[in-house]
């Protein structure tokens, strides 16, 4: 865990989650499922967990895999560019890290840290 790169990382993620949800109410389900997402990947392995977290099939409360799109465009903006899909749009964490896989350890530290950094922006919006 690298303190500095998470507290780098905060402002974008306060200036992605704003853009995402311009009225500054985020669903409270997202500070559950992105407290989770690291708990995870220690625990069931990084492309399991991105895996469960972008199954478009999961019966969730709402798109877990909108904090894997978001996590991504933080990582590398470049390939969190926007798609057709509504409210988060972006790219796949999943297929980044399957297309990066000789820096596989690398990238889950980066992950981990940026969830901290997601996790700690959500505290400065409403989650309704």
Do not use: W
Request: charged letters at 25%.
């Amino acid at each position: 865990m690298s303190k500095t790169y998470i507290e780098q990382n905060i402002p974008n993620a306060i200036r992605i989650l704003d853009a995402r949800f311009p009225d500054g109410k985020i669903p409270k389900v997202y500070n559950g499922y992105i407290a989770a997402l690291g708990a995870g990947i220690v625990q069931s392995g990084l492309k399991a967990t991105l895996a469960l977290y972008e199954n478009r099939q999961a019966n969730t409360i709402d798109d877990r895999n909108c904090l894997t799109r978001i996590i991504l465009e933080i990582l590398d903006p470049d390939h969190g560019l926007p798609q057709e899909d509504g409210q988060c749009p972006g790219g796949s964490l999943l297929q980044y890290v399957l297309d990066h896989a000789d820096e596989e350890e690398r990238l889950k530290e980066r992950i981990i840290d940026i969830a901290v950094a997601v996790k700690l922006a959500l505290r400065t919006f409403k989650l309704v």
